[in-house]
Structures are given as C-alpha cells and as structure tokens.
C-alpha cells in the first residue's frame, strides 16, 4: 500500500467504528432512557401504560402496608396527587413513611404502579434531587428536612 | 491553636502554589536557569506545608475537637479510632484537602525522583501542576474551608454516615484519588511539552512511569470501591454505572489508552498529537469527574451537601484548565509534525486499534453520563440513563478490543504476521469453545452470551500466557529456565495484566450463574442455596462502641454438616438513626455465599436476601492482576533508565539566549 492508501484505510476505519458506535449510541438513547415523573404528571397523563419510568416523591404516612410472599403495598405523594404502588422484595433500609423514595417500574390498565426497583438512599438526610424538585413544584417543600447528603 | 496553624499554612501553601506557578515559566521563557530550579523546590515546599495542613485536620479529628464545625458535621466522640482517622476524608472539604494533599504528593515526587529530566521541562511541568493546586487551594480557602469554628463549641458531633463507617474509607478514596489526581501530573507534563515545543519521544519515556503509576492506583481505586459497594450496600452488585462510577471509569479508559498509546509513541515516534492529547483528556476527565461528584449536580450516593456556589466555582476550575490546554493544543498542534504512517497488522497498529476502541467506548460511556444534564439543562425533563445502556454501547464496543487483546500481543513491531500470530490462537480459541461447550453440557445448559462470556474470558487468559510459554519453549524445553529468565519483565507484566482483564471477564460472565432467593424464613427453617442447605437459627442482638445491631444466625450446610455460621445484621448508630445492612458472606473458591437481612417482624420472621454468586470474586481479581502487571512494569529498569537525555543536568542554561 502506498502512504495515501493507508491514510485513507486508518480514516475509513476510525470513521466505520465511530459510525457504529453512535448507531449504538443514539438507539440506546432512543430506547434505553427512563424519565422521572411525579405522581401529579402521572395523574396528567403523561405516561403511557406500559411504559418503563421513575416514580419519585414521599412515601405516604400510614399507606405501607405488608403482606405475605414480601409484596409490599404504599404510596407514592407529591402533596397533590398520590400512585399506589405494589412491589415486590426487600426494600432498601432507608425506606420510610413520610421520606423520600424513587421507583422504578411501570403502570398497569388500572393506574396502579408496579415497581421493579425501589432505589436506595445513602443517609437519613439525603433527599433525591428529583424529588426535591418535584415537591418544591408542589410547594410542599420544607427547607429544614433535607439538609445534606454524604458520601465521598 | 493547631487548627489556626493548620489554616495558617494551607495559605501559605497557596501562596507557595502561586510563586511556583509563575516564576519558573517565567524564567524558562527568559531562558534564566535560576529561576527554573527553583520550581522543584517550591514543590516539595508546597507539598510538606499542604501536609502540614493535612496532619492539622486529623488532628482535630483524632481529638474529636468539635469547636471545628466539619468535625462537628461528620464525626462523634464514640467513632472507632480508624474511623476518626479515616473520616477525614469522609467529608465533602477534608476530600477537597485529600485532593489537594495528592495534587502536591506527585508535584513534590516528580521534584524529586525526575531530577535527570531537563531543567526547563521539570520546571514548566511543575508550574502547571502548580496552577492547578493554586485553583483547587484557593477553592479550598475561600469555598470550602475545612478549619472553620463554631463559636460556641458544641458537646457532641452530629456523626459519620455509617455507610462510610468500614475500612473501605481508610482505602478506596486515597487509591482513587492517587489515581484520579495522579494523572495531573502528566497533564502537566504533556502543557510543558505543548509550551516549550518538545513533543519527541523522550516525552513518552519521562511520563510513563507516572501514567503507569496513576493508573495502578485508578484500577485498584475502582476495583475497591466496586468491591465495597458489593459487601456494604447489601444488594449484591458490584457496577451500578452510577454517574459518579463512571465519573472514574472514563479516566480509567482513556488513561489506560494513553498508557498503550505512550508507548507507540516511545518506540516508534509516532501518534504524538494523539499521546498529548490523551494526555490532556484524561486530566480533563479526571477534573469533570471532581466536578460532578462535588458540584452536587449529580443525584448520587458520593453526593455530599449541595452548594451552588462551590459547583460554580470547580465549574470555573474545570472550564478554565480544559479550555487552556485546548487552546494550547490546538496552537502547537500545526508544529508537532506527524510521524509515520505504519502497516495496519503490526504492534503499533493492535495499539491503534486498542487506543481506538477505548476512546469510543468512553465516548459512550461520557454521553450516557452527560446525556441527562444536557436534556434538563435544555427542557428541564427529567431522564436517568442506567444499566441498559452502557450494556448496549460501551460493554459491546469492548469486545472487539478483547478479541484483538492475545492477538496484538503476538504482533511484532513494524511488520507482524497475522497469519502466524492467529496459528497458535486458533489452537486455544477451539480448545476453549470445546472445554465450554463440554461444560455447559454437563451442567445442561447455560445462558449462551454467559458461556460466550466465560469462554472469551478463558481465550483471553491462555492467549496473554501463551505469550509467555512460546518465548520460554522456543526452541524445544531443555533451556526452559534459561529462556524463561531472560524474558524481559515487561512482558510478564504485560501477560499478567492482559491475563487479568480475562479473569475479571470470566467473573463478570459468570453472574448470569448466580442464585438469588428472596424469602422470609421462621427459626427452624430451612432453604435450598446452590449446592447449600441454609437454616435460620434465631435472632441475635449486640451492642457495638456506637450502634447497636440485630442479628439474625443461620448456619450454612452441605451434605457433610454444618460448614459455616453466618450472621446479617441491620445496625442502628448513635448520633444518626440511621439503620444499615451488615452483610454475611462465606467464601469458597472463588465463589461466596452472601446473605442480607431485611426487615424482622413478629414470631422473629425475618426477611431475607440470600445469593450463591458462583467466581463472583474473580471480579476483583482480574483488576489486582492488572495492578501487579502494571506495578512489574514498573519496576522495570529498561524502560525508565537511558531515556534519551537532552543537556541533562548540564549546568549550562538552554542554547541561545
């Protein structure tokens, strides 16, 4: 090969695996991606039965409820508009009525959520910040609970 | 008194930071050698006086002296000791003092161990590292200072989060950091080769063993924290491709390309423009790393308190020193003249393919990272890009390079002959597929991308050791020994640590094995684990120097007896009521079972998540392997010793003036 043909094969090449790897890229985006809602956009519609999101907001005092075979059943509130949820497992060890939680799953025909996940938190203070920014929407925010998270 | 002094003399250190900065670039560009030696000076003094700092801080800790608001924030009379100690850094302003305290560690070892580099370069390589502890000391000093009093001492402290209550405190943060941080110094390196216009091969020879040792540190730093979280979350996993996990693996991945690359560059003079800007990126990597972890921009588990101003100014930190090295980058880069071009089946040329795949593959990983900030900084939706997605894009993109791994190691510089480099591959690529596929047949199946997982793993391990025996057995076994001796460690390093990316593939693969029961068991009760029968013996509690646990005890059997008591707990601490999860594992081979104890409810049920993760621990593994090939590497003298030299440690100043 001369030094012009080898040039151009090294930029063919760099350019076909750039070329697949943003193929990659942008159908993982298109598909892969989970939005974060609160119980309020829920109510709205926004989501499609079906569809895989987050759920994030408080867990309503006095909505837990156990029951055998480790499903648990709670809600989820944002101050205006509350989701059931069922979920299955063991739940994170910051789990509480009246703190923060973020879910993962999807609705069902009947509105009721399903998750799959139930995320943990780090630190009794610490407050997602989605949730954060979802009850400050709802004005339900108190600036004193959510003093700081912690964690190198 | 001693937190005064301590304050007194991390502005001092600034100060210091400020002066290298400036007068030894000043003298190389006036050509004045004076004022370029005093730059290695000024490093080891800036470096003892940020330790100085550094002691002050622990000291506080260590006395629990809680007129110190960050003691106050993070610590407690009754903390273990290693905790006091190691809460230092548990913090978000004693990790900045840590950051700093490193940045300053490889400013001052560079001073002192390169002493052979040109003057000029030592300087200038030393006065951009300088800027860039003069940016973090002045953050430190003015947003946030770890030495503030409260005016009126409090008599307790509020507590460390007791996740952070493990031995991994003592270990992951500093291993990460000396790696994180560490690759400064080549940044630094790679400025002063962009300023003074001597981008050549002894670049590559003096940054080396600098990127070498950093990226020790990173790979143990990451592999630490992974197995930290594996054992303290009580979830079992080990990478949640977090933002701030990734925040550490895209240095990694670029820092592990310009490690491959660097060498291209020292041997062939070639693919200098890209070296240096490796160079540049993985610093800049390291920087939006600092800045998403400590900007609270990020929801995560590192997220420490979240103050806008602190983002803003790492922001202003990060913009500043990733746009001037661009800058510089782009100004030099008409005068670094290209080198030559090469045959694409040659060493060289499995390095490119190396470099390139690693670059992509962190490009996806920087994308699925950064994606959700851009979408909300622009519409304010709310997305969170997790698992699925660097499953699709990056995990597939490191394929190829494993593939390729075996082969560009047999590849000989300049010409290789893939033809006979394949010959020997071909052997082991079969003999692994047959040994895989016998396996899976006896165990009745399997998951095919696991089998394929376990069988590339397994490829990758004999490939990297073949390397080895073919040199030893050359030319029949009588002069084994003899041959095996003269191999240069350079290249048992370079199988070690390619044999680990194996052993951490198989691990990986091996998950898909992996048994999970999520139950709730009464006293007496007994369930099926993988090859073990698992029965709940009752509740337990303890009283711990700051918490108090619940236990639940069980014992673990298999058709011989009992062959291990094992015990989950859930603790409660002092200060935070906050309960955590003390997992209970049992280790056999390289496989464990893990037990996790939920939520205890009356007649002493108690919930449970118990696993058997068959060779989960070669997860860990593969990194430590790739640790100790980089530390031989290392160690070896061929690569660090000779370096061409350019008027070293002549006392006279540069030509012209």
Not at chain 1, 125 to 144: C, F, H, I, T
Not at chain 2, 172 to 184: A, D, E, I, N, T
Not at chain 2, 224 to 248: K, Q, R
């Amino acid at each position: 090969m001369t030094r012009k043909q080898k040039r151009l094969a090294l930029i063919l090449g760099l350019g076909a695996v750039l070329a697949v790897a943003l193929g990659l890229i942008l159908t993982a985006l298109r598909d892969q991606i989970v939005f974060f809602r609160s119980p309020t956009e829920v109510a709205q519609g926004k989501v499609k039965p079906g569809e895989a999101f987050r759920l994030g907001g408080l867990v309503e005092a006095g909505s837990v409820q156990r029951e055998t075979g480790q499903i648990v059943r709670f809600s989820v509130t944002d101050g205006a508009t509350t989701v059931k949820v069922t979920y299955q497992g063991l739940l994170p060890d910051l789990f509480r009525e009246g703190q923060g939680v973020v879910t993962e799953g999807r609705l069902d025909a009947s509105g009721s959520f399903t998750a799959t996940n139930v995320l943990a938190k780090h630190d009794e203070n610490y407050m997602p910040r989605e949730v954060a920014d979802s009850l400050k929407k709802q004005g339900v925010w108190r600036d004193d609970a959510p003093a700081k998270g912690s964690k190198p | 008194m001693i937190v005064e002094l301590g304050h007194f003399v991390l502005v001092l250190a600034l100060v210091v930071a400020l002066f290298q900065a400036s007068v030894p670039v000043w003298g190389a560009l006036r050509r004045d050698d004076v004022l370029v030696r005093l730059a290695p000076r000024a490093a080891v003094l800036q470096f003892l006086l940020v330790a100085a700092s550094f002691a002050a801080l622990t000291y506080a800790y260590l006395g629990s002296d809680f007129s110190v608001l960050n003691v106050f924030q993070n610590s407690h009379s009754l903390k273990p000791a290693i905790y006091k100690w190691s809460g230092v850094w548990g913090n978000h302003e004693g990790s900045m003092l840590l950051w700093v305290l490193i940045l300053a560690l490889f400013g001052a070892a560079v001073a002192l161990f390169s002493r052979n580099l040109p003057a000029d370069i030592l300087g200038v390589t030393l006065a951009v590292q300088a800027m860039i502890a003069s940016a973090f000391l002045a953050f430190l000093l003015f947003a946030s200072n770890p030495f503030i009093r409260i005016p009126q001492a409090p008599f307790e402290g509020q507590g460390l989060n007791p996740v952070l209550q493990d031995p991994g405190l003592a270990i992951h943060p500093p291993l990460l950091y000396l790696g994180y941080v560490g690759f400064s110094i080549v940044f630094s390196f790679a400025a002063a080769a962009l300023i003074l216009g001597r981008v050549d091969a002894a670049f590559a020879r003096m940054v080396r063993p600098w990127t070498l040792a950093a990226w020790i540190a990173l790979t143990l730093g990451i592999a630490m924290g992974s197995y930290w979280a594996y054992y303290e979350l009580g979830w079992g996993g080990y990478w949640f491709w977090d933002p701030v996990e990734n925040a550490s693996l895209m240095p990694w991945m670029t820092g592990t390309a310009l490690l491959h690359c660097a060498i291209v560059m020292e041997k062939r003079e070639a693919l200098k423009t890209w070296t240096i800007l490796l160079a540049i990126i993985t610093f800049s990597l390291s920087l939006l790393g600092t800045f998403l972890v400590r900007s609270g921009v990020l929801t995560s588990v590192h997220a420490f308190a979240v103050d806008p101003e602190r983002g803003l100014f790492i922001l202003v930190i990060l913009i500043a020193f990733i746009g001037g090295s661009f800058a510089l980058f782009a100004a030099r880069a008409r005068a670094m003249e290209g080198g030559g071009l090469f045959a694409p089946v040659s060493r060289e040329g499995a390095l490119v393919f190396n470099n390139l795949f690693l670059s992509v593959a962190a490009l996806a990983v920087f994308i699925g990272t950064l994606y959700p900030l851009l979408l909300e900084a622009l519409n304010g939706a709310k997305i969170s890009v997790g698992a699925p997605f660097f499953n699709l894009t990056a995990v597939p993109l490191m394929i190829p390079l494993f593939v390729v791994i075996p082969i560009g190691q047999k590849l000989a510089w300049k010409r290789g002959d893939l033809l006979g480099a394949l010959q020997r591959l071909w052997w082991i690529a079969a003999a692994v597929l047959c040994a895989v596929a016998a396996g899976a047949f006896a165990l009745g199946g399997g998951p095919v991308l696991a089998l394929a997982g376990i069988a590339l793993g397994l490829y990758l391990v004999l490939g990297a050791l073949d390397d080895i025996v073919e040199r030893s057995a050359r030319s029949g076994f009588s002069h084994v020994f003899a041959r095996l001796s003269g191999i240069p460690r350079a290249v048992f390093a370079m199988a070690i640590a390619h044999a680990g990316v194996g052993v951490m593939v198989i691990g990986i693969a091996a998950t898909a094995f992996e048994q999970e029961k999520i139950v709730s068991m009464q006293p007496g009760e007994t369930i099926r684990l993988g090859a073990f029968n698992l029965t709940l013996n009752g509740l337990t509690t303890e009283a711990g120097p700051n918490y108090a646990s619940v236990g639940a005890r069980f014992s673990l059997r298999n058709e011989t007896g009992v062959i291990a008591d094992l015990t989950p707990a859930k603790r409660t601490y002092v200060g935070r009521q906050m309960p955590t999860s003390e997992v209970a594992r049992y280790r056999y081979g390289f496989s464990e079972v893990y037990l996790a104890m939920g939520e205890t409810s009356e007649g002493n049920r108690v919930d449970l998540r118990a696993y058997d993760k068959p060779f989960v621990l070669l997860i860990w593994l593969g990194p430590v392997l790739m640790a100790l090939g980089g530390l031989l590497s290392l160690s070896d003298r061929r690569l660090r010793v000779g370096a061409p030299k350019r008027a070293a440690r002549s006392p006279q100043p540069q030509p012209a003036a």
